[in-house]
């Protein structure tokens, strides 16, 4: 979301609001003000996409210092402002207009374990000009971002055999980020057996050894032509 400041207007009566934060989710924008004395009630005002006049939407009582537009769609720019009425019905001025795109919280669909660390994937979300992915080590640690990238792939180089790890994954637009995912997606990484080798023995065909990674339970046996083409799973041991 980002802010266009307007002049500011000051009645008699009230002084105009302020928007201090703006937010969205994947389904709604969240408006925040500041609290203006003398305030018996607050008017929202919207711009909605395609427009440029804010058409007064919805009111609230001086209890209230935010308001949640539910009526939004995924992709789309609003923009909002708010005015502070008094017991007699006098208006207070305007002071900003706030703009935010509504951007839902991307999906993890994939997570690879690869030579160079944990390989994630997820869903495109609609005006997003970046993405954030975050990263933790348990549910009672905060998230921490390691990667910002434009494309829908990334990968975590930064990680050891048999870390245990959580990823999300935001959406960014003019420094603002989308909602996300809390309770992450959950990978454990297992590195490449290491020393792979090959012995043709009579009677045997060619015997597969490697060395033993400590947390791996099984493995999976893979081959693929020498001219190139895909790695098929042969085989599997525990």
Request: hydrophobic residues 30%; charged residues 30%.
């Amino acid at each position: 979301c980002s802010s266009t400041r307007s002049n500011y207007e000051k009645t008699d009566f009230l002084s105009a609001p302020e928007i201090i934060k703006m937010s969205s989710n994947k389904s709604s924008i969240t408006v925040k003000w500041e609290k203006v004395k003398k305030a018996e009630a607050y008017r929202i005002y919207r711009i909605k996409p395609g427009e440029t006049k804010a058409v007064y939407y919805k009111a609230v009582d001086s209890s209230k210092q935010n308001f949640t537009d539910k009526d939004v769609k995924e992709g789309k720019k609003y923009a909002y402002t708010v005015r502070a009425v008094d017991k007699n019905g006098n208006l207070s001025g305007k002071r900003t207009v706030e703009e935010c795109i509504l951007m839902k919280a991307p999906e993890i669909i994939k997570a690879v374990n690869t030579t160079n660390g944990v390989k994630l994937s997820w869903t495109k979300v609609a005006s997003a000009e970046s993405y954030n992915i975050y990263k933790r080590e348990n549910s009672n640690s905060a998230w921490v971002k390691i990667l910002t990238g434009k494309g829908l792939t990334a990968t975590d180089k930064n990680v050891k055999n048999g870390d245990k790890i959580s990823y999300t994954v935001r959406a960014v637009y003019n420094g603002v980020q989308s909602s996300y995912d809390k309770e992450g997606f959950d990978v454990r990484y297992l590195s490449a057996p290491a020393g792979v080798k090959t012995k043709f023995t009579e009677g045997k065909g060619n015997v597969i050894s490697w060395q033993k990674n400590k947390v791996a339970t099984a493995y999976n046996i893979y081959r693929k032509n020498n001219s190139g083409g895909e790695w098929k799973r042969i085989g599997r041991t525990e």
